[in-house]
């Protein structure tokens, strides 16, 4: 079965400093790989999605980047962290054929 | 981008009770789906309902879909303390447009 991991669960970092966020898909190829943002009280955003190695995509201008090194690897990272983006992020994966989006536990972000 | 509001935005009910929740939307759909997040953790697919079904059971969940009234309705039947968690709508599909969320309903299920 297909499983998703997300790391770290939690991370409080300083303002101005560099942010690497690891999303690993299992069980699957060639999967699409998503990166939504939930601000507290909102709904989710989508930050970035992914269809291949390499292709990122970006729905909303930001100081986050997103990374796909591998088939089944997504990487969100910053280089200067700003307060506001602390929220709660979630990766997420589908396959090309699907239309249900799994979604991993998420990783919560402080940015102090 | 198509995106569905559910109402309403909180629900407090009593243990054993059943709860309903709705979502409204305003561009045409293939189909819609409801999802689960208990606090501080990830989405859980619950159902996908298609824009030619009408009403779709998953144990003590019930989906109904009126592509006329552009709405959809998620009842919990008999619910659970355990039910107690935000719900969302999800519209779209995967890849460019992945699925974009309301802001959900938190539903509290008071023992």
């Known amino acids: 079965s297909q499983t998703i991991h997300q790391w770290p669960a939690t991370l409080v970092q300083p303002v101005g400093s560099p942010l690497s966020l690891e999303c690993t898909v299992e069980g699957t190829s060639n999967p699409n790989l998503y990166w939504y943002r939930q601000a507290a009280g909102r709904g989710l955003q989508l930050l970035f999605y992914s269809v291949g190695i390499g292709q990122i995509s970006s729905e909303v201008p930001q100081n986050l980047s997103a990374s796909r090194p591998q088939d089944r690897q997504f990487i969100l990272s910053s280089k200067k962290l700003l307060l506001s983006d602390s929220g709660f992020y979630l990766c997420?994966?589908?396959?090309?054929?699907?239309?249900?989006?799994?979604f991993g536990e998420g990783s919560w972000l402080t940015v102090v | 981008s198509q995106q569905g509001e559910e109402d309403p935005q909180a629900l407090s009910i009593q243990e054993g009770e059943n709860a309903t929740m709705n979502c409204s939307y305003k561009t045409s759909i293939n189909n819609l789906q409801w999802y689960r997040q208990n606090s501080g953790r990830g989405l859980v697919h619950l159902i996908l309902?298609?824009?030619?079904?009408r009403e779709k059971h998953s144990g003590r969940l019930r989906v109904t879909l009126d592509t006329s009234k552009k709405s959809s309705s998620l009842l919990i039947t008999a619910s659970r303390a355990a039910d107690t968690a935000s719900y969302f709508c999800a519209l779209g599909g995967g890849g460019a447009d992945g699925l974009t969320f309301g802001k959900g309903t938190h539903l509290i299920i008071q023992p």
């Open positions: 309902i298609r824009s030619n079904e």
């Open positions: 997420a994966w589908d396959s090309v054929s699907g239309n249900t989006i799994y």
